[in-house]
Every structure is written in C-alpha cells, then in structure tokens.
C-alpha cells in the first residue's frame, strides 16, 4: 500500500513522482495500492493516460474533507481525516504486506504506524522533532532519504532511528521524457 495526502492526478511535480514510483514498483511484480484522498479535480484522464505510464497500478480514493484546500488549516484539516479514513478502510482490508508513504504531511500516515504492518518512508526534507514525527520514527522499518544531509538531520534528531534504517536514495528521472533538441 503506498499512501499519498495530495490530490491526484495532478499537474504538480508530487504528483508525477508518485505515479512514476508506482509505475516503478509495478514494473518491478509488486503489487500495488496507491491510496489518495478523493478531492475535487479538473483531470478527466486515467493516471495510466495523463501521465503516459506503462504499467496501470490500482488506486483508491478514500473521503476526506476538500475545504479551504489552500490554507494551511484546510490541508492539516483534510490530512487529519484522511489519515482517519486511511486507518479504518486499511484495518479492514488487511490483505497487504507493509506500508510505503512519502512526507508530504505531518497527519496522513499516523494511523497506519498502527496496523501491525512494516512502514517505510520516503524523505524529501529534513524533519523537526516533534510528537507526531518521533512517533513515526520510533515505529518505522526504514526511511528513504533523498540525500545524506536530510539522513545526517534524521540521525541528529531522532535517536531511536538508527542509521542502518535510513538508505539515501536519490531523486531520479526518467529519461523517456526528456526530450534533447538540437
């Protein structure tokens, strides 16, 4: 199960991430789960058609709150729920081997730190110790970070992660977009 708070698809470079890595899983025989909120949006394409993927991965969308969705309040608002949402719809699935989540809130992925399923992140920033975050890195397997400042940050600041848990992983591209003109 990858969980993602951010609307999608979008045009947002997020969002492209997201559909790339589970295009990446996918190519790679795991099956996946990608689980977003569902909020308004104006792409009417599939995900496999907007952003031009080769391999189809299932998403669900779950209910979460879409008010005020760029005030800092309505997305904290709508990351508190869907982590809610998350939890529950999860707890009853359970038919799935662990929990791969990105840091895009501080909300979204609390529940399933609870699950009795691996969790692993991915980290694109680095993180200040409050409650939420030693929670998360006291009961995660492991941590992608994109680079060794953001593993040098987690290490310093949350002393139950060790440094065997945090792989440095960095943001790649796929080349079939760029295009070179001449």
Not at 124 to 151: W, Y
């Amino acid at each position: 199960i990858y969980i993602a708070h951010c609307r999608f698809p979008s045009e947002k470079a997020h969002s492209l991430q997201i559909a790339k890595m589970c295009e990446s899983f996918k190519g790679r025989g795991v099956e996946l789960e990608l689980v977003v909120p569902k909020k308004h949006r104006q792409i009417k394409e599939t995900v496999t058609e907007f952003f031009n993927l080769k391999e189809k991965f299932v998403v669900t969308y779950l209910w979460t709150l879409d008010w005020f969705p760029t005030s800092t309040f309505g997305f904290l608002l709508s990351a508190f729920i869907f982590g809610w949402s998350t939890f529950f719809y999860l707890w009853r699935q359970r038919d799935f081997d662990l929990i791969y989540s990105i840091d895009l809130d501080p909300w979204s992925f609390v529940g399933a730190l609870f699950l009795g399923r691996p969790c692993f992140f991915e980290m694109h920033g680095p993180k200040k110790s409050t409650i939420l975050n030693r929670l998360l890195f006291k009961k995660v397997q492991g941590v992608f970070a994109i680079n060794e400042s953001i593993k040098r940050n987690l290490l310093a600041n949350f002393p139950t992660l060790k440094p065997e848990q945090v792989l440095i992983s960095p943001n790649g591209v796929d080349l079939s977009f760029v295009q070179v003109s001449r």
